[in-house]
């Protein structure tokens, strides 16, 4: 009679619960089953957290109440889901996501789709490999010549296909779709995919994506700085759904003996029975606090690691999606895990600081990414990462003034009081205050603008420590000298970024010693060094260095790898080669291979030149560009050397080294484009080899270097190169006493017979460049400075796009469609000129007549602006039509939900830069708003023209209202001739500068609307710029005339130069050429290699 009371109590404490248990399961079924077959069908391409919030609304629709309810639990068991993280499966609920779908593709009964999976990084096509290994399936790239054999073998015998390397869905693949072929694709990035697939396919996105990236850096945490909360995790895990599945078994043993034995009170086996069912259910009670609690232990740790490890989601994923703009700075995720435990291991781990845990990361991501960026590029990408990472120093609101992305109306009222309020602003900066007021007033404020005293030092100095009384924070002194003091904007800029990281971050050298440490331990990646000086920085770094060349096949190169894995370095050099298919697949395999195969010390180097590098080799290497160091100095010595021991007369080696000398400056001068000169000029090693062999013949071979160089330059710069080839390759040049460019340094005397010998002299020379040797004006610096200043911003405003893009939401940002469409709505409301019936009332009827000229000149620059301007308004209507939509599955957290989908929102939301098209009808700014502004300013100009025109000429004239001022020219030059009768050709100009009212006459004509840079206008000539002198100031006003060739007025051609006027500050179209006095002791060598040149101004 034992077995009674046992089994009652059994049946009314364990098995009632069950039965109940058991009863609501099966009435939950169907809600159960709905929601799994939902989740497969519509949320393939969403985030597991996205899924969820799904999976909580359609369960509110249906009545489903059970928060807790899993569809991949629901659908996989969790044996199976700890057997695909053994062979290699991410540990994101993401990862696990798309595993289940795959697994549901795969099975007998098919749930009627095509898995599409997109694997940038590689991580999913191995599990794949792993998981499906004891499977009859086939791996093929969809390249390969095996691809309709592996087809006929999956139709015929039902084995499974993965297709790889996708990078297209042909239409008739619908029909594979359609059978029952087990199918899986696998693509790098989303393939075009025609309308008969689409339907069929489940995108699958294993791009790291915000949410699964946190997950896979707390869970790496996890297993590398907890290892017994995570194994234990893993073992109650499987301990759990074992003796479940035990329990289940006894159960149903349980049942069968009840329901088969009548005499149940005396049957020993059900007593047997239901003693084992009592000790698993007490085990798996057990087991479940133990479960709960080490649950308990690994959500804390979670919890802890979740903030940083959110941050540094972030900041890997906006280097990820950086690679658009620069592929190089390709950030491996296993690299992003590494360098996080690193940090997390320098912190408390009882108190984790996130602050300083985010730093090191930043700081270490940063190292990395500058490896793989050119100089000129490095502070806007820099910049815009820290902008993602650390959005409370950098505020929106400021960033979009930075970057001048607001839209505002012009209050004039608010414009009238400031000036009345800060008599000291003058009239370019009154409005750009107005702006700051009208935007954000607790900054306009903070500036203190008060201290008239205090801001006018700083604009005349340009010193930022100036405002420290102010206590702006980096980013807020930033905004503020980007728009009161744009010359200081590039130095506020540095000290924003030095702020943040630290200083020398961003100075940082040793290219070659940093991508060693990033290579890993044992090479664990091969670094690509990119520049043709390579092999030279290598050898000076390695112990052990061996070359092979990539001519030599991949037996030479693995024979090169084998004998130096005991710690040797390996150099393949590949130099202008192609990286071909045989050379990508040895690098992806020697990635792919055991790190314990190789020395601690061993290091793989592909040296190349720097040009476009495939993908899927940028991905998986540590890329470096190596530049040659910047300076005169540097430049000289390298030529020098690479003449090696030259030995020659006295003057032959003087001018060898004068040659060096004028070949490094010409080259240097290159980084102050457009003063140095108006656009890159590509003289390099050819050209200095092919002039020393000629420079030994005396005066005629140092003319012909002059010769040589000059057949690459433009018209305008061949003036300053003709300057710098007198200064450096003239015959004082082989004086003894000659110091180049005037500067105190001495060279060894001309008797001297070995170019080595003026490797200590040169060696002499300043690091850094002073203008004198450039022979540029001594306020060059504060020009680079303002370009580079206005090419970081512009850069930037690129780089927002890709994150505006993904920010539907976001109502302070301002994409350029939006700041375009309002600017032209304000300037050309109303205007006849965007009308399809507007047509000039005036026909031109008096061409041959005195005043012809002036009125066809009119009428030509209105014909063209009334039609660019249905154009622009046509393209600007298409533009505002064709925005994209917002995707169905917006991420809470207004990221982007993968590379692909950028791409394919910038190629319709990047709308920066003005499009070629609109180019073609008038050349204008590069950028879109700017070019907006200039052209309605001159296309309304030209219709008042039109209405208010004479028959003669003005005589005053603002350049600025043109569309074409050269037509004015032409204009004034074709007048002359038909007045003097006389041929065009046979006139020449005439300039006066700041002419007085009484000298202007009948026949000439004032123009303004210039700017003058490279010089500074002081009343009587022009001077040369001082160091606290602006880059370019306002040109005083010129009076034109043309006269006969015979009846000119020679004005000293010793104290003239010749001045350039171009179309626009990058001088790419010259108009004409002005004859300017100069003030004395302004020599016209030393003006000509200023590179003095007028430009039409730019509105303000």
Same mark, same amino acid.
Request: proline residues 4%.
């Given at each position: 009679m034992e077995l009674l009371p046992f089994l009652t109590n059994y049946i009314i404490s364990y098995l009632s619960p069950q039965l109940e248990n058991i009863s609501k399961e099966i009435l939950q079924l169907n809600h159960r089953s709905l929601l799994a077959?939902?989740?497969?069908?519509?949320?393939?391409?969403?985030?597991?957290?996205?899924?969820?919030?799904?999976?909580?609304? &359609?369960?509110?629709?249906?009545?489903?109440?059970?928060?807790?309810?899993?569809?991949?639990?629901?659908?996989?068991?969790?044996e199976k889901q700890l057997k695909w993280h053994a062979e290699g499966l991410p540990s994101d609920t993401t990862a696990i996501k798309n595993a289940v779908l795959i697994d549901q593709a795969l099975q007998s009964e098919k749930c009627?789709?095509?898995?599409?999976?997109?694997?940038?990084?590689?991580? *999913? *096509?191995?599990?794949?490999?792993? /998981?499906?290994?004891?499977?009859?399936?086939?791996?093929?790239?969809?390249?390969?010549?095996?691809l309709l054999t592996a087809v006929q073998y999956a139709v015929?015998?039902?084995?499974?296909? @993965?297709?790889?390397?996708?990078?297209?869905?042909?239409?008739? &693949?619908a029909g594979l779709m359609d059978t029952s072929v087990h199918l899986v694709l696998v693509a790098r990035t989303m393939p075009p995919i025609p309308p008969s697939c689409l339907a069929r396919l489940s995108p699958l996105y294993c791009a790291a994506r915000r949410d699964a990236l946190t997950d896979q850096l707390v869970h790496y945490a996890l297993q590398q700085l907890k290892p017994e909360v995570n194994e234990k995790s893993k073992e109650i895990k499987l301990k759990k759904a074992t003796l479940q599945k035990q329990q289940y078994e006894l159960q149903e043993n349980l049942l069968k003996i009840l329901s088969t034995n009548n005499d149940i009170l005396h049957d020993t086996n059900l007593l047997a029975s239901l003693n084992k069912t009592r000790e698993t259910s007490a085990t798996i009670t057990e087991a479940l606090e133990a479960a709960h609690a080490i649950e308990r232990d690994t959500n804390a740790a979670s919890e802890a690691f979740l903030p940083s490890a959110t941050r540094t989601a972030l900041l890997a994923l906006t280097v990820k999606s950086m690679t658009l703009h620069q592929p190089l700075i390709a950030l491996p995720i296993d690299v992003v895990l590494d360098v996080y435990v690193d940090a997390l291991r320098r912190s408390d781990s009882n108190n984790i600081n996130n602050d300083e845990v985010i730093r090191y990361i930043t700081r270490r991501v940063i190292e990395r990414v500058l490896l793989s960026? +050119?100089?000129?590029?490095?502070?806007? @990408?820099?910049?815009?990462?820290?902008?993602?990472?650390?959005?409370?120093i950098m505020p929106d609101e400021l960033w979009q003034i930075f970057l001048g992305k607001y839209i505002i109306n012009e209050d004039q009222k608010i414009v009238k009081e400031i000036k009345n309020t800060y008599q000291w602003i003058s009239?370019?900066?009154?409005?750009?205050?107005?702006?700051?007021?009208?935007? +954000?007033?607790?900054?306009?404020?903070?500036?203190?603008?008060?201290?008239?005293?205090?801001?006018?030092?700083?604009?005349?100095?340009?010193?930022?420590? $100036?405002? =420290?009384?102010?206590?702006? /924070?980096?980013?807020?002194? =930033? $905004?503020?000298?980007?728009l009161l003091r744009p010359d200081s904007t590039y130095r506020a800029i540095t000290n924003l970024v030095d702020y943040v990281l630290g200083a020398g971050v961003m100075s940082g050298g040793g290219g070659v010693a940093v991508a060693a440490r990033w290579s890993g331990p044992r090479g664990r990646r091969p670094a690509l060094l990119l520049a043709a000086h390579a092999l030279d920085v290598l050898a000076n770094h390695a112990r052990s260095l061996t070359l092979v060349g990539v001519e030599e096949g991949r037996p030479a190169w693995e024979r090169a790898v084998e004998g130096n894995r005991s710690g040797g370095w390996v150099a393949l050099v590949v130099g202008a080669s192609p990286f071909t298919q045989d050379l990508r697949n040895f690098i992806v395999d020697f990635v792919q291979r055991p790190i314990d195969d190789f020395n601690e010390e061993f290091r793989l180097w592909i040296v190349s030149e720097d040009r476009k590098i495939p993908p899927i080799v940028a991905n998986v290497c540590v890329n470096v560009i190596l530049e040659a160091p910047e300076g005169v100095k540097y430049n000289v010595m390298s030529t020098l050397?690479?003449?090696?021991?030259?030995?020659?007369?006295? /003057?032959? $080696?003087?001018?060898?080294?004068?040659?060096?000398?004028? +070949?490094?400056?010409?080259?240097? !001068?290159?980084?102050?484009?457009?003063?140095?000169?108006?656009?890159?000029?590509?003289?390099?090693?050819?050209?200095?080899?092919?002039?020393?062999?000629?420079?030994?013949?005396?005066?005629?071979? #140092?003319?012909? $270097?002059?010769? @040589?160089?000059?057949?690459?330059?433009?018209?305008?710069?061949?003036?300053?190169?003709?300057?710098?080839?007198?200064?450096?390759?003239?015959?004082?040049?082989?004086?003894?006493?000659? #110091?180049?460019?005037?500067?105190?340094?001495?060279?060894?005397?001309? *008797? /001297?017979t070995r170019t080595q010998a003026y490797l200590s002299a040169f060696d002499a020379f300043p690091d850094i460049d002073p203008p004198q040797l450039l022979g540029l004006p001594d306020n060059c610096r504060t020009s680079w400075e303002r370009n580079s200043a206005n090419d970081i911003i512009i850069g930037l405003k690129e780089l927002d796009t890709t994150t505006m893009s993904s920010n539907y939401d976001n109502k302070n940002n301002v994409t350029p469609l939006k700041m375009i469409l309002a600017l032209w709505k304000k300037l050309m409301a109303g205007s006849a000129l965007i009308k399809a019936d507007y047509q000039v009332e005036k026909v031109i009827k008096d061409i041959e007549r005195e005043g012809g000229w002036w009125e066809s000149v009119c009428c030509c620059e209105v014909n063209v602006a009334a039609r660019v301007s249905r154009l622009l308004h046509r393209a600007l209507a298409l533009r505002a039509r064709s925005t994209p939509p917002a995707p169905l599955h917006q991420d809470k957290n207004k990221w982007i939900q993968s590379i692909e989908q950028l791409e394919a929102l910038l190629l319709k939301s990047d709308f920066f830069q003005t499009p070629e098209e609109w180019q073609s009808w008038w050349t204008g700014p590069e950028?879109?708003?700017?070019?907006?502004?200039?052209?309605?300013?001159?296309?309304?100009?030209?219709? @008042?023209?039109?209405? *208010?025109?004479?028959?003669?000429?003005?005589?005053?004239?603002?350049?600025?209202?043109?569309?074409?001022?050269?037509?004015?020219?032409?204009?004034? !030059?074709?007048?002359?001739?038909?007045?003097? +009768?006389c041929s065009v050709h046979h006139l020449t100009l005439l300039t006066k500068w700041s002419p007085l009212q009484d000298e202007c006459g009948d026949d000439g004509v004032v123009v303004s609307g210039l700017q003058l840079a490279g010089g500074w206008w002081g009343g009587r000539g022009v001077e040369a710029a001082g160091m606290g002198r602006p880059p370019r100031v306002t040109a005083p006003p010129l009076l034109l005339r043309y006269v006969p060739q015979s009846q000119t007025t020679p004005l000293n051609p010793e104290g003239t130069v010749e001045v350039p006027v171009y179309m626009n500050e990058s001088r790419e179209e010259e108009l004409f050429v002005a004859r300017a006095p100069l003030a004395k002791p302004f020599d016209r060598d030393t003006a000509e290699m200023h590179a003095i040149a007028l430009f039409i101004a730019p509105l303000q």
């Open positions: 077959a939902a989740y497969i069908v519509y949320l393939t391409d969403a985030t597991e957290p996205q899924a969820r919030e799904y999976l909580k609304k &359609w369960s509110a629709l249906i009545g489903f109440e059970d928060t807790s309810f899993s569809v991949p639990n629901f659908l996989v068991t969790t009627g789709f095509t898995p599409l999976v997109i694997d940038p990084d590689g991580d *999913t *096509t191995a599990w794949l490999k792993a /998981t499906l290994a004891d499977t009859q399936c086939d791996f093929v790239s969809q390249h390969s010549e095996k015929r015998l039902n084995r499974t296909l @993965v297709i790889t390397d996708v990078d297209g869905i042909h239409s008739s &693949w960026l +050119h100089k000129k590029d490095k502070y806007k @990408v820099v910049l815009h990462i820290l902008k993602q990472v650390y959005d409370g009239d370019e900066l009154v409005r750009k205050v107005a702006q700051i007021k009208v935007i +954000h007033e607790d900054f306009f404020n903070k500036l203190s603008l008060q201290n008239a005293s205090l801001w006018k030092e700083f604009l005349d100095s340009g010193d930022l420590n $100036v405002l =420290a009384p102010l206590s702006l /924070t980096p980013c807020e002194l =930033a $905004v503020a000298v980007s050397s690479a003449w090696g021991e030259f030995e020659a007369d006295g /003057t032959t $080696v003087r001018a060898r080294a004068c040659l060096a000398l004028f +070949h490094a400056i010409v080259q240097e !001068r290159r980084a102050y484009i457009p003063q140095g000169w108006s656009r890159w000029y590509a003289w390099e090693w050819g050209e200095v080899s092919a002039c020393a062999e000629a420079v030994g013949g005396g005066g005629g071979g #140092r003319a012909l $270097v002059g010769a @040589v160089y000059g057949a690459r330059a433009g018209a305008g710069d061949r003036r300053a190169l003709a300057a710098l080839h007198r200064a450096t390759l003239g015959d004082h040049a082989l004086a003894h006493c000659w #110091r180049p460019l005037g500067l105190p340094l001495h060279l060894p005397v001309p *008797t /001297t950028e879109s708003a700017v070019y907006v502004r200039e052209f309605c300013h001159r296309a309304l100009a030209s219709e @008042v023209r039109m209405r *208010t025109q004479t028959l003669n000429i003005p005589k005053e004239l603002d350049l600025r209202a043109f569309l074409f001022p050269g037509r004015v020219v032409w204009a004034m !030059r074709a007048n002359a001739a038909q007045r003097l +009768h």
